[in-house]
């Protein structure tokens, strides 16, 4: 039971990045998934998170109005979009498994953490 993140990559300022997340050996149709990510030297932070049925969707003030996370059960993945991309967007990304969205910027109740994609946003 695991998620893959790809679609990372090397991009300019001002550039889109879509993110995928994989889901193999379980149904995502009964979770929320969470996207975070980690900078060199910082922690963890949150990024998004949506409910399992795509109804609520929650962003760090951060990226509200750049990033669009959404779903698509049928396939078993979830995707995070990345518009406008900033300097401080640089980190890992990693999607993991939650049961709802509630407190959702906490990363102690994920599971199934991916192994992450880099993206790296020049300036």
């Known amino acids: 039971w695991q998620t893959v993140e790809s679609g990372g990559g090397l991009v300019h300022s001002g550039e889109s990045l879509r993110l995928a997340c994989a889901a193999s050996?379980?149904?995502?149709?009964?979770?929320?998934i969470g996207w975070f990510r980690q900078a060199p030297g910082k922690t963890r932070e949150g990024v998004a998170c949506?409910?399992?049925?795509?109804?609520?969707?929650n962003y760090a003030d951060s990226v509200k109005g750049r990033f669009s996370i959404s779903r698509y059960n049928a396939r078993n993945m979830v995707y995070l979009q990345m518009s406008s991309l900033k300097f401080e967007d640089t980190g890992t990304y990693y999607c993991?498994?939650?049961?709802?969205?509630?407190?959702?910027?906490?990363?102690?109740?994920?599971?199934?953490w991916g192994p992450g994609t880099q993206v790296t946003v020049s300036s």
């Open positions: 050996g379980f149904s995502i149709n009964y979770h929320a």
């Open positions: 949506i409910d399992r049925h795509g109804g609520s969707r």
């Open positions: 993991a498994v939650e049961e709802n969205c509630g407190n959702w910027e906490s990363r102690k109740s994920y599971t199934r």
